[in-house]
Structures are given as C-alpha cells and as structure tokens.
C-alpha cells in the first residue's frame, strides 16, 4: 500500500489516531485507542493524526504529521499518564495487563518472507529469517538414547504455556521432551535460547489419532533452575515473546506466516532445515477446503476444528518438521496464532494446501487450561 492509501485508510477509519507506512514493502500499520503505538524498526516512518483531520471530509496524508519515529512504551505510558490521545482501554485482570504489558504478536527484529509463485526450499516455498523475527517460535526436542532430535514447532502463547499439536506430545514420557525457546539455528546454541522441561502435558481431550480431529495440546514449562527465585515472566527475553491468541477466524484470501525447521526435501527424513525458516500462505475459503478435489474425500476433515492455508496451485506448504508450529497472521499492526500445523497430503502439492487445527475453535479450552 502506498502512503498516501495508507492516510486514506487511516481518515476513513473513525478510530485511527495514527499509522506507520514501510516504504520498501509498501505495508501500512494503523494504530487505533485500543493499543500503543508498536515500536517499529527504523525502516518505518510513524505519522500521528492531525486534530482537525478527523472534523474533515477531505482525505489525504496532508492532515497528518511525521514523528521520527514509533513511541517507545514507556512514552506511551507517559503520554497516557499526561492525558494524552493515545490511550488503551482499562486493564481488566492480571492476565490482561501481563498481555498487554508483554506486547503479544509484536516483532522486534520486522520481517515478512517474499511471496513466491514457485517452491524453491523448504518450508516449501519459503526463506530463512532474521534471528528474533518470530519470537513465539518455540522448537520441542525428544530425547533419545541419549542424545535430543528435533521433533516438533509450538508457539508461546504466555510466560509458562506454549501451544502445539496433540499429535505431537502423546508418543513419548513427558521427561522425554524439552522445549527451546529463543532458538534459530538447530546445530548450535543460539545467544538467547533458553531450555526447558516439561510441567504439564494438556491434549484436547476430544483428540483423535485416527480422524486428527481436536489436534491441539498445551505444554506448560518448569522454570529453569537459574530462574527459581524471579519471576515467571523471566522466560521473556528480546527473542522470546508470546503471540497473541485470535479474537476471530480472518477471511479467506488474508495472507499468513507459517514458520519451522520443516523438511528440505519431503521424502527425505534427514533433510531437516538447520535455520528458522517462514513462508507466506493464504487462507483458503472453506467451500474450497472441504470440496471434492481437496480434502472433502477425507472421512476425517473436520471444518469446524480445522482450517486450509496456502495455495491450490501448490508449491508453498508446511512439510513434516513443521507440526505444531505457528500460522501467524498480522492483524491491526499483531501477529494473532490463527492456526497450528496439523496434516496434509504430501508437501505443496496441488489441490493439497496445508492443513491447520483452527485456534478460534478453542479459545475458552486454552484459556480454562492455561489458569
């Protein structure tokens, strides 16, 4: 989106008190009262609504002004404090202001992998990532005879939980698993990637190996030793934050990120990514999801649990390696945790998108499990 579109956006929506315009990927993010403004990269220019912008009927960027650059959360709270324009709605509960405090979907490091028409490396179709573009990233390990392999994604959803697939976490002892976060490069140890066992393993109850129905699970970690006597929030770091869970399902079309260390060759069990990488999908309408060509065949396919990304003429997917992980769309300037990686029919085949446990689905279950 150009800037001038991104000014149009912001004065033909009644609740912007802002955006940020990103010239070389032409993306606008609106900032409304519901949150602060993110602290955005320097490749990001910030403009503020001017007062009189919003008594006008005339469109255009000539009623806003240029900040060099996104407030910082501390200014925020001065801003609000002072009675500034920027304010965010009341903070209900703990849970709420540790949430909001934490910043949830924000990227400290701003990145979005290319779209590509063709697969060239896996994630099928994707690129590597800079170090932190994801932080809710999470990689889950199986110790095995004595040394640990990759096994699975997951994404940090609050300071103790970390959500994944239930196929993932029901075939081995809880003391066989371990969760890194902060990771990025698999063969050796990230600056700050932390480790974790494992407290509690929490399958949706209704899940099913056979029908891959409810294919969702929560992990809820131990603190490290190192971190016994400070608070849980202390598994946050600059490459550790949570996402945020999804207030709704986005439409059909809305463009996502799928991220892992998926297979770089699908029939090939050894060819797993040793970097982070990301690939850019589409969400598909349902009516195409569940039609005959797709996965309406399937006895299993569950629309009201699950969900497709990607795109019908193949060549962009998840791959074997990526279960568990995040489908992250941007909404209002966040990254939301629409989808965890589930099954599908091969990798970036035609007529076979990727399939996703729908997170929307089961909201009150994560939140109920995660008190």
């Not at 000014?7 to 602060?36: M, V």
């Not at 729908?358 to 008190?371: A, C, H, L, T």
Request: proline letters at 6%; hydrophobic letters at 30%.
């Amino acid at each position: 989106m150009t800037l001038p579109g991104c000014a149009k956006l912001c004065d033909n929506t009644p609740e912007c008190r802002g955006f940020s315009h990103h010239a070389s990927y032409k993306r606008c993010q609106i900032h409304t009262q519901e949150g602060d403004i993110s602290d955005l990269s320097d490749k990001w220019t910030t403009y503020e609504r001017a007062a009189t912008a919003e008594k006008s009927s005339t469109r255009g960027a000539r009623y806003l002004f240029d900040i060099p650059s996104a407030p910082s959360q501390h200014q925020n709270r001065r801003r609000r404090q002072a009675g500034g324009q920027h304010r965010s709605p009341p903070i209900r509960d703990d849970v709420a202001e540790t949430r909001f405090r934490r910043g949830c979907g924000a990227q400290p490091v701003f990145y979005m992998p290319p779209r590509k028409q063709v697969a060239t490396t896996r994630i099928v179709g994707g690129s590597k990532v800079p170090y932190g573009a994801f932080p809710w990233q999470a990689e889950i390990k199986v110790k095995r005879n004595n040394y640990e392999t990759h096994h699975c994604g997951g994404a940090v959803i609050s300071p103790r939980h970390v959500l994944t697939a239930a196929h993932c976490v029901i075939s081995h002892q809880m003391s066989d698993y371990v969760v890194i976060l902060g990771d990025h490069e698999l063969d050796r140890k990230d600056p700050q990637e932390n480790r974790f066992s494992v407290k509690k393993i929490t399958p949706h109850p209704k899940y099913n190996r056979e029908t891959k129905k409810h294919d969702i699970a929560i992990l809820e970690l131990k603190e490290p030793e190192e971190a016994a006597n400070l608070r849980k929030q202390s598994t946050y770091n600059e490459k550790t934050r949570p996402v945020c869970l999804p207030a709704a399902m986005p439409r059909p079309g809305t463009e996502c990120v799928v991220t892992g260390w998926g297979l770089m060759n699908p029939n090939d069990d050894a060819s797993l990514s040793t970097s982070l990488r990301a690939a850019m999908v589409s969400i598909i309408a349902e009516k195409d999801c569940s039609s005959a060509a797709v996965y309406g065949h399937k006895k299993h396919y569950y629309s009201e649990g699950m969900m497709c990304a990607g795109y019908l003429r193949g060549g962009v997917d998840a791959c074997k390696g990526d279960s568990g992980g995040p489908l992250a769309c941007r909404i209002n300037g966040r990254f939301q945790l629409v989808g965890v990686v589930s099954w599908g029919d091969s990798c970036a085949e035609p007529n076979k998108p990727g399939v996703y446990t729908r997170v929307s689905q089961y909201i009150d279950w994560i939140n109920e499990k995660m008190r």
